[in-house]
């Protein structure tokens, strides 16, 4: 049997993390994420799981990581400022291919800006925070279902892909009430356990870029670093060759994965003159707006920001004269979807700040500047 | 090759891992074989021993060691490796780290870690410099010492970090020196016998860059000076802060059990689900 809530965005987010077998939880305070971590707080003991309180930031991200290596899947929540915080270790979470899920409930920026309303200004943090090259995935939710969804899809692509998986939300549902039905059975990705052979190397170059991860105490003696590592997991740091192969191989399992893991939806795309691309909590507005146009307009939700899902947009908008991008930031995912589009169409942005959520007229406004018919 | 006894500790070593990049007459060869013996004597199982250090000279040591290692960020071991002990408490968690990774960056998670009590062994090996970037002065450098950026003296207090990490509240604390060794395998004996959070601070000689900046040239002179400083902290409590001025004040600064973290976090799990918290539930699909 299914079974229906009426909850918070923040308080889905954390249910879902325990549906996907989260059993531990480091963060810090910080609005508008911090009733994920007082859910947590509350909810993990309840599921033999353990809710620790970090000193900062930086050392939650340094707790999931460990945590992660212990044996648990491991999950923090923040915000703007946090996520600054924890750039470092993220970055050590690429490299040492570490599963965790990282919840950013986004809110005016930068700096403190404004912790109470909402953003998106943090979508090319989670793409490129970290120094250095890597391949994240991101979810972006719109409706408190979703927030509840993809944070259990967030852990279990971080098992399937062994990295870090970010979920972009945002102040507004973060905080938004709202049903969602949670489903009896709900696919769980658990962690592989690697087999113990005398050749086994825990970073190994494999085809499909993903070794099965021992958890610290299973007897494999493994060295875990940050460093350039050859695939038994040494430093090796001076080899251009180890670096090209280790950095390749964390960015193609994810690359090469690219159609399994992006996901969008489209509406109305074939024939439109204008078609919509948005993500997360404005979805709300263009989904309204587009019913009520008289317009041709198309529209297309935005589901995994990274991998940035390029290819399907660049088809879906292939025959598009104009396309609109609606996001919570002074453009950031428009020049994605400029760089997809290869020119074929007028790329405009609405990009809205402040902290509101752009209006369904103020959309339908955007639509009839562009004109179409 | 001319033949020579075995150390009895290469058992414990990634002998595939050496030769090792510590430089002659790094102190951190010693400690490793102080640790091993209080090990043994503890009568430990090193293969229930985890590993987790940050960046630095001293963090490299587990990458030495045959054990499941966690070389992390520059002064965030200890948030590491608190997360570690909290999902597998039946692990041994081990921490390596030095002046800089655990006093300048990691300063906030040293005494944070050390409140909590959390039962982590932490080894901090103060060689009172930067020495993997080239001998920049520390949190620990002692005021008027010469770094590469502190070419005219350093001109900061140095923290003393034994009796920081018991202000902060860890139920074992303790200095002790590389030419006291017997002291320090004991030390670190009490401190992974210690349920809670233990932190031995080995002061230590670094010849290539303390003492190349400090007319120290050889580790015999290090080692003679710090042996001239030594005073045991029965001793030192007697004398006034000007005596013990420029003096390595060593002995236990705390010992005393207090509640320990993860234990608090299983009882809570046993009063809310009735067992204590899981071990390994990455790997279940039904939990």
């Known amino acids: 049997m299914a079974e229906e809530f009426f909850i918070q965005g923040n308080e889905a987010c954390a249910k879902g993390a325990i549906a996907a077998g989260c059993r531990f939880f480091a963060g810090y305070p910080i609005t508008p994420s911090t009733e994920v971590a007082e859910t947590l707080a509350r909810e993990l003991p309840k599921v033999s799981g353990s809710f620790v309180q970090m000193e900062d930031e930086i050392a939650s991200a340094g707790a999931i990581i460990g945590a992660s290596w212990g044996g648990a899947k491991s999950m923090t929540a923040t915000s703007g400022p946090g996520i600054s915080l924890m750039q470092e270790n993220i970055g050590y979470a690429f490299m040492s291919e570490t599963p965790i899920v990282i919840v950013d409930v986004q809110r005016g920026s930068p700096s403190t800006a404004q912790p109470t309303m909402a953003a998106q200004g943090d979508m090319m943090q989670a793409r490129w925070g970290s120094h250095g090259d890597y391949e994240p995935i991101a979810l972006s939710p719109s409706s408190v279902q979703e927030f509840f969804d993809f944070t259990i899809k967030a852990f279990n692509l971080a098992e399937e892909y062994r990295c870090p998986v970010f979920v972009m939300a945002d102040e507004v549902i973060g905080h938004m009430r709202e049903k969602i039905v949670v489903d009896e059975d709900i696919e769980i990705v658990p962690r592989k356990r690697p087999e113990k052979t005398d050749d086994y190397l825990p970073f190994e170059n494999i085809e499909n870029g993903t070794t099965p991860m021992p958890a610290f105490g299973d007897g494999f003696n493994i060295h875990v670093t940050g460093l350039t590592h050859d695939e038994r997991g040494y430093p090796d ?93 002074l453009g950031q995912m428009y020049y994605e979807v400029d760089r997809a589009c290869k020119r074929n169409s007028n790329v405009h942005l609405m990009g809205v700040i402040g902290g509101l959520l752009p209006t369904p007229d103020e959309i339908l406004d955007q639509i009839d500047r562009i004109g179409g018919n | 090759m001319s033949e020579h006894k075995q150390n009895r500790f290469l058992p414990y070593l990634r002998e595939d891992r050496l030769p090792h990049i510590f430089c002659p007459g790094c102190g951190n060869g010693a400690i490793i074989n102080a640790f091993l013996a209080a090990m043994e004597k503890a009568g430990m199982d090193f293969d229930n021993i985890a590993m987790v250090s940050g960046i630095g000279c001293s963090s490299r040591i587990p990458g030495y060691l045959k054990c499941d290692s966690l070389h992390t960020t520059h002064g965030r071991a200890l948030s590491f490796a608190t997360g570690l002990k909290t999902a597998n408490k039946d692990l041994d968690v081990v921490v390596f780290t030095g002046d800089g990774d655990a006093a300048s960056i990691g300063g906030n998670h040293l005494i944070h870690a050390a409140r909590r009590n959390i039962n982590l062994t932490v080894i901090c090996i103060n060689n009172n410099i930067y020495g993997m970037t080239g001998g920049q002065i520390s949190p620990t450098s002692p005021k008027g010492s010469f770094g590469t950026t502190a070419p005219y003296g350093n001109q900061d207090t140095p923290f003393k970090l034994a009796e920081l990490v018991a202000a902060a509240g860890a139920s074992y604390s303790a200095r002790w020196t590389t ?102 539930s990455a790997y279940e699909v039904e939990l």
């Open chain 1, 237 to 329: 740091t001076n080899n251009p060759e180890t670096h090209d192969m280790l950095i390749q191989r964390i960015c193609d399992k994810v690359l090469n994965n690219k159609d399994k893991i992006c996901s969008i939806k489209a509406e109305n795309c074939e024939g439109a003159d204008i078609i919509i691309v948005s993500y997360g909590a404005p979805v709300r507005s263009v989904v309204e707006a587009v019913n009520r146009t008289d317009k041709n307009v198309g529209f297309i939700k935005i589901d995994t920001p990274w991998p940035f899902p390029d290819e399907q947009i660049a088809e879906l908008t292939k025959d598009a004269g104009d396309i609109l991008v609606v996001e919570m930031n």
């Open chain 2, 179 to 280: 030419v006291q060794i017997e002291n320090l395998v004991l030390a670190i004996k009490a401190g992974l016998e210690n349920p809670g959070f233990s932190f031995i601070e080995v002061a230590t000689q670094c010849p290539t860059y303390f003492g190349r900046k400090n007319k120290l040239k050889t580790p015999t002179a290090m080692a003679a000076v710090m042996k001239a400083n030594t005073v045991f902290k029965s001793a030192a409590d007697r004398m006034r802060p000007k005596e013990l001025e420029g003096k390595i004040v060593v002995g236990e600064f705390a010992n005393a059990r207090k509640d320990e973290f993860t234990q608090g976090i299983d009882k809570i799990s046993v009063e809310k689900s009735g067992k204590k918290t899981l071990i390994n």
